[in-house]
């Protein structure tokens, strides 16, 4: 009987130390601060919204900076477009030419070169917008 209580009492002090040394673990070395590795995220560039509703593309021009993102909100009850300059071929700034996108969904371009981008809606392409980047 007595050996039945030596296992268990081993087992506990077993336990206690395997929970101890694992706090100490946790814990580390108490006399050095903890180090912080610096945040490695990118931030995110700053970004202008453009709503697309039944009477076209408000606010109509915007002057941003080089890096700013622009979205295009659809906000028309319909399928929209974005589309470049010169109507009807969309060929002036062809990565301004995303297509159609439904409505409460939206597309994004992060605009790095300067310059004046014009653009339309195809579906009514008396709707136009500018975008001036610095």
């Known amino acids: 009987m007595k050996r039945k209580y030596i296992y268990i009492l081993l087992a506990l002090v077993m336990v206690a130390i395997i929970i101890g040394g694992g706090n ?7 006399s050095k601060p903890a180090k912080i590795a610096p945040k ?3 931030l995110l560039p700053k970004e202008i919204t453009i709503t697309l509703d039944k009477n076209g593309f408000k606010p109509n021009t915007v002057t ?4 700013t993102a622009v979205r295009w909100v659809n906000k028309s009850g319909d399928k929209q477009t974005v589309n470049s300059d010169n109507y009807p071929t969309n ?3 062809k990565e301004l030419n995303f297509g159609i996108f439904n409505d409460g969904s939206s597309v994004v371009y992060i605009f790095k070169t300067p310059g004046t981008y014009g653009y339309h809606n195809q579906l009514n392409p008396k709707q136009i917008g500018k975008i001036i980047v610095k």
Do not use: F, K, P
């Open 64 to 67: 941003v900076d080089m890096g």
């Open 24 to 30: 100490l673990m946790l814990r580390g070395n108490s």
């Open 40 to 42: 490695t995220t990118n």
């Open 91 to 93: 060929q002036l700034h």
